[in-house]
Structures are given as C-alpha cells and as structure tokens.
C-alpha cells in the first residue's frame, strides 16, 4: 500500500528557533499534501494544505509566516516552525491521498516540543 | 473547523464485546471514513463509505452510512486489547477536493 513518511518524529527545540519537518510520499506522487495539528487528546486541526509547484492555502488563524510550507516536488512537502515558542509544543501530522476521493495515508506525526 | 460529531467521547469494553461509535456531519458529503489512532502515533485508515452506500463490512469492521440523517456508525465486533485506540470519523466534500474534516473521535478502552 502507500506509504507516507514523516521525518523527525519527535525533535525538541529551544525557543526562537527554527523547526523544519519533511513528509514524504514514498511510493505515489502528491500534488496535494496536507498538514494538520493536534493537541493531546484532541481531534486533527487542519493547518493548511500544500500545493506542488504554488502557494500553500491556509487555514482561518494558521499564521503562514509562522508556518511555511514548501511544496518543491511531487514527493516532499515541508513544514517549518519558526521562531517556536513553548505555545507551539504538539503533534504535527501530514497526510496524502495516492487516488482523488479515496483514503488518505498519514505520515507518523512529528511530537515537537518547544523549551 | 470541525463539522463531525462522535459519541461516545470515551467507550470502555471488555474483550469479547462489541464496540459502537457515532459519527454525525453537517454538509453533504462524497465520502466517510474512518481512521484509527494509536497514542503519539499517525492515522490508520480502516475504511471508507461513499455516498451512495449504506453499509460496508471490512473482517470485524462494520460501516453504516445515514445521508438522510447525517451520521455512520462504526462496529467492532469481539473486541480486543490491541482494538485500544482513538478513533476517528472523516468526511470528504465534493467542494473541497481531498480534503478531510475530522470528527472530535472516540477513545476505545477494550479490557482484557
């Protein structure tokens, strides 16, 4: 089946710096990836969506300075966190769909902790 | 923003039991499914209903599908530890392309 890769799956970081998280389709390509957030013992919050080749579209109150996202190929999407800050502490977890309108395969997820 | 409902929010079991969990949406859809989550890791797709179907049987899973009410159903039969998990209902719009919109999910506890 597809597969999706999320790298770093956890990564502690001190404040003000920089985070970057890689996901990859391994096996299919991706036009279309998509970045969500989740606190502990809560639903997926949809973050944006990433698109190869243009702009991401974010989500109502996602901050796209403070989230970039790039869409370089048809295989990696990236988030980066930047200038983190202890508030930005939590699940991070990326998603694709191999097919239009059929299931979508998650990366891992990234457990960013901001000190 | 969140569109789908789940209930219950926590569901505890025993091994041998059968497992319902509720799913209600808002908007029309063009697909539901349903995705489970063991802690600290990704989603696991379980399975997917379309809008024009009913019910979908997949080993111990059992999917309903309402579009008249607005709602699924998930079912695990004979329940086991390893079923312990979050789960999760997803609904796909015909107006937003791929995109899923995540219930609030349940928390199966199933005791050995």
């Known amino acids: 089946g597809a597969v999706v890769s999320q790298h770093p799956s956890r990564v502690i970081c001190k404040s003000g710096t920089s985070v970057k998280i890689e996901c990859r389709s391994l096996?299919?390509?991706?036009?279309?990836m998509f970045w969500y957030r989740q606190f502990p013992k809560q639903s997926l919050m949809l973050m944006a969506t990433?698109?190869?080749?243009?702009?991401?579209?974010?989500e109502q109150g996602v901050e796209k300075d403070k989230f970039l996202i790039n869409h370089a190929s048809l295989t990696l999407s990236t988030l980066t966190v930047t200038s983190a800050h202890p508030e930005d502490s939590s699940f991070y977890i990326c998603?694709?769909?191999?097919?239009?309108?059929?299931?979508?395969?998650f990366g891992q997820g990234t457990r960013l902790t901001v000190v | 923003s969140q569109q789908g409902e789940e209930d219950p929010q926590a569901l505890s079991i025993q091994e041998g039991e059968n497992a319902t969990m509720n799913c209600s949406y808002k908007?029309?859809?063009?697909?539901l499914q349903w995705y489970r989550q063991n802690s600290g890791r990704g989603l696991v797709h379980l399975i997917l209903?379309?809008?024009?179907?009913r019910e979908k049987h997949s080993g111990r899973l059992r999917v309903t599908l309402d579009t008249s009410k607005k709602s699924s159903s998930l079912l695990i039969t004979a329940s086991r530890a390893a079923d312990t998990a979050s789960y999760f209902c997803?609904?796909?719009?015909?107006?937003?392309?791929?995109?899923?919109?995540f219930g609030e999910g349940t928390q199966l506890t199933v005791n050995p």
């Open positions: 997803a609904t796909g719009r015909e107006t937003s392309g791929s995109r899923l919109t």
């Open positions: 209903i379309r809008s024009n179907e």
């Open positions: 096996d299919f390509q991706a036009t279309t």
């Open positions: 908007t029309s859809i063009n697909n």
């Open positions: 998603s694709a769909f191999p097919q239009p309108w059929g299931e979508a395969f």
């Open positions: 990433s698109n190869e080749g243009s702009k991401a579209t974010y």
